[in-house]
């Protein structure tokens, strides 16, 4: 059971630092707890993906998931930056695609540890459900600082989160 929860909490880190980065735009509470279920629920799918489908699918397609993450966390950052010149006191909707491609983003790691299950002897049910509920913890406490960070830094701080999505995502082609 340790190992599933490191494994869980190592899996969730990067929902963690890009929440940090969305919890600046102002979002409300509702989209906070969306997004982190959303998160979860991801989270809870890609292992079961890895595990049943994974061999299939790169035995038919050869792709490196680093570039489809890097132009979606390149996207998201420069909708950051563009949502921080909108009028102040608005509340930014991220929009059912954009909820969506965050929690995909950030799980895509998921798929891969999915794939190595078996090897761990791990309960292939247990680990994803506990991959879930630490995606989600983690995601909402990111979204909740992030939040608090734009209290004290406004604009600056959904700036500089976008830049910070856009960096990762460079950091993710390199």
């Known amino acids: ?3 599933v929860f490191l494994m869980a909490v190592s899996l969730s880190m990067d929902a963690f630092s890009l929440a940090l980065a969305y ?3 102002g ?3 509702r989209y906070k707890i969306l997004l982190s279920f959303i998160t979860g629920i991801y989270h809870f799918i890609m292992p079961f993906l890895g595990l049943f489908l994974g061999e299939f699918i790169f035995s038919f397609f050869k792709f490196d998931y680093d570039i489809l ?3 979606i966390l390149l996207f998201i950052g420069g909708q950051m930056i563009f949502s921080s010149f909108k009028n102040d006191g ?3 909707d991220l ?3 954009g909820l969506f491609l965050f929690g995909f983003a950030v799980s895509i790691d998921s798929f891969s540890i999915g794939i190595t299950l078996p090897n761990f002897d791990v309960d292939s049910f247990l680990a994803p459900f506990v991959f879930a509920l630490v995606s989600g913890f983690f ?3 990111g979204l909740l600082i992030g939040d608090k960070i734009a209290n004290l830094f406004g604009k600056v701080a959904t700036i500089l989160g976008g830049l910070f999505l856009m960096f990762m995502g460079i950091l993710f082609i390199l």
Do not use: C, D, P, Q
Request: hydrophobic fraction near 55%; avoid cysteine.
């Open 1 to 3: 059971m340790l190992l």
């Open 23 to 25: 919890g600046t735009l």
């Open 27 to 29: 979002m409300s509470r």
């Open 69 to 71: 993450v890097s132009m």
């Open 90 to 92: 608005e509340v930014y």
């Open 95 to 97: 929009g059912f695609a």
């Open 139 to 141: 995601t909402f406490i």
